[in-house]
Every structure is written in C-alpha cells, then in structure tokens.
C-alpha cells in the first residue's frame, strides 16, 4: 500500500462546480499535512496547510479526518485558473522528509 | 525575492557524461531536498540536507551525490549519468528540519541519452 494514496483522476468539472478531491495516508501517527498545487512542468507551490479542525482560504476548505485516515480538498466555484494538479503531502514522524502522494489533475471547463 | 534557484533549467547529455545541477536558496533556510519526480509516480527524494555538512539518503538515491559545503547551496551531482536519470528534479528548501512546507525551484528537465 502506498503511504499517500490520490486518485489521479482527471476530474473534469464546469467552471462554476464544487469539485472535493481526498488523499488517505497510511500512518496514523502523521502529525502535518499539506495541499500543494502543481501546473503542467513547473514546481509544487504549497496551497495550504491542512487543520485539525479543518481550515479554510477563500474558495479552498481543507479538512482531515484522523480517524479514517485521509484529508480532503474542497473547491467552491471552480475557475478556469483551478486547473492543475494537487498533491497531497505529509509528514510522518521519524521521517525528516515529507511524503508527497502522485496527484490528483483537476480540469476545469468552460 | 525569497527564492530557491536551480540550474540548468534544461539539458540534454549522454550517457556517462558527469553532470551538476546547482541549486542555491537565499533564505537561510536549513533544510534542502532534491526530488524527481517521473509520470505516474509523483515526487521522490533522491537526497537531503539538515544543516551544513549534514546529507542523508533519500528514497532513491542510487546514481546521486549531493554536498552541503556552504548552507545556501546543495548540488545535485550524477557522476556518470544513465537514461533511467531522465527525469525533472526539483530542488526545495525549509526553514527547519521536518513537517514544515518546503519551497521549490523551477525545476530542471534533464534527458539522458
């Protein structure tokens, strides 16, 4: 089982749509937890941290559910500039590296 | 500018050929980290560095070397390059050692032949 599971979609939406992505990881003992967005062949750029009690930046709400294991990315009103691909990122303890799942692409359309 | 830079941004080179790819952060940051990252299996640590003279192996570190002489920079060498090294490497940066976001450079695209 990989430590950090996306499904990488393509999760192809109308520009307007709410679009929820989830990424499980395998060890119940990851203390941090982060959304990156990565465009087509440039670098990862950190969107947000993930909250215990689930936290919110704009249009993005992030959320973890210790218990089940897996966080989640909710997008309101999708833009066309939403298009890209998320990694889901953690941290786990012992490990002096973060762990980055393979992505899920997100493709808005007009 | 807060910044991490690599270089080059692109080559193209043979096989065996050694090579380096530079990479220099300027915010002081402690931690540095060099991935691959390659379809389908998402980004992988090839080596990191918690301070100067502190390297340690990632999770795919056969075929590298990297040195931390100085703590801006950390250097990505393949002392004799294979095709199986075409790849786009990304090198990142921390302000500590571990759970904290990293920053990354613009990557450099690298094809072996």
């Known amino acids: 089982r990989k430590e950090v599971e996306q499904d990488p979609g393509p999760f192809n939406v109308p520009e307007g749509a709410t679009v929820a992505f989830n990424c499980t990881y395998s060890?119940?003992?990851?203390?941090?937890f982060f959304w990156y967005r990565q465009d087509c062949r440039k670098e990862p750029k950190l969107l947000m941290s993930v909250y215990s009690s689930g936290n919110e930046d704009g249009r993005f709400t992030a959320q973890l559910n210790r218990a089940s294991q897996y966080i989640s990315l909710l997008i309101r009103d999708s833009k066309l500039s939403d298009s890209a691909t998320y990694l889901c990122?953690?941290?786990?303890?012992?490990?002096?590296?973060?762990?980055f799942g393979s992505g899920t692409r997100l493709q808005v359309q007009p | 500018e807060a910044q991490v830079t690599q270089n080059p941004r692109y080559l193209i080179t043979v096989t065996g050929k050694k090579l380096t790819v530079t990479c220099s952060q300027n915010m002081n940051h402690e931690y540095m980290s060099w991935y691959r990252q390659d379809p389908g299996l998402g980004l992988r640590q090839i080596y990191y560095?918690?301070?100067?003279?502190?390297?340690d192996k990632g999770d795919v570190p056969e075929g590298y070397k990297v040195s931390r002489k100085e703590k801006r920079n950390f250097p990505l060498i393949l002392e004799s390059p294979s095709p199986n090294q075409t790849s786009l490497y990304f090198c990142?940066?921390?302000?500590?050692?571990?759970?904290?976001?990293?920053?990354f450079g613009d990557g450099t695209r690298l094809s072996i032949l």
């Open positions: 990122v953690v941290n786990y303890p012992g490990r002096r590296a973060l762990t």
């Open positions: 990142a940066s921390s302000p500590g050692t571990t759970g904290q976001p990293q920053h």
């Open positions: 560095s918690m301070n100067v003279e502190v390297t």
């Open positions: 060890n119940s003992a990851s203390q941090s």
